[in-house]
């Protein structure tokens, strides 16, 4: 009886030696899972994806262990993982700031290249031009040499600034009535019209007054001073 009793001491004594076989660590290992999402939720996987990769390694190695039955090696991996994960949480928390201002690339269609619509360059004038006066002779509304050298002129500035209008006044010396100087101030502003049709200049552009004797140039009655007052006169009136 006595020798049967020291056996099952034997027993039991072997047994507790070779202790309790492990137990699956699914409570560690839901721990580590808890903690990668977490830290994949707080920016890891764009802020810190070296120490969150680490961490997933680490996973990948403790689901091993613990396919292969090793499961206190697979304990401490998991536990291992969980620590991996919470410093990836933290070093996204410490270079949030730096790794938002990064821009993300932009994967776009190409945008329509905008319509170009050619615009006229509106010309720079200089509105305090004054247009040379040009004269007549006495009498008359017949356009002379020297006039038509200024007119010519005034023909290639009027074409080059195309937004401008310009009036032609024709004028006349005292001698005559008002009426014959009236017409005949006309006569010679609808001469330089012409002229200046002729070479080139579009009619609504210029418009013409007379003014007769009405506004000499010198109220003098001298041969010189009716010579200034026989002439026709030119005024910018747009732009």
């Not at 403790?62 to 933290?90: H, N, S, V």
């Not at 990064?102 to 050619?118: G, N, Y």
Request: proline content about 5%; glycine content about 6%; some cysteine.
């Amino acid at each position: 009886m006595r020798s049967i009793l020291i056996v099952c001491m034997l027993s039991l004594g072997l047994l507790a030696l070779s202790g309790c076989p492990s137990t699956l660590p699914k409570k560690q290992m839901k721990d580590a899972m808890s903690a990668i999402e977490k830290a994949r939720r707080g920016l890891a996987e764009r802020c810190a994806k070296e120490e969150l990769a680490s961490a997933k390694r680490m996973m990948a190695k403790a689901k091993k262990l613990m396919d292969e039955g090793k499961y206190d090696q697979a304990r401490i991996a998991f536990e291992a993982t969980r620590e991996l994960a919470a410093k990836a949480e933290e070093a996204a928390r410490l270079n949030k700031e730096e790794c938002l201002k990064r821009k993300k690339p932009v994967v776009s269609t190409p945008p329509t290249p905008p319509t170009v619509v050619a615009v006229r360059e509106k010309p720079v004038v200089d509105m305090r031009r004054k247009l040379a006066t040009v004269y007549f002779g006495f009498n008359q509304y017949t356009i002379t040499g020297a006039a038509r050298r200024i007119l010519q002129g005034h023909a290639e500035w009027l074409k080059k600034n195309r937004s401008i209008k310009v009036e032609v006044a024709g004028h006349c010396d005292q001698r005559g009535s008002v009426e014959y100087n009236l017409s005949l101030g006309e006569r010679r502003a609808l001469a330089i019209k012409k002229f200046l049709i002729d070479l080139g200049v579009s009619a609504s552009r210029i418009s013409i007054i007379s003014y007769g004797h009405q506004r000499p140039a010198d109220p003098n009655t001298t041969p010189e001073a009716y010579a200034k007052n026989r002439r026709a006169e030119f005024r910018i009136t747009s732009n």
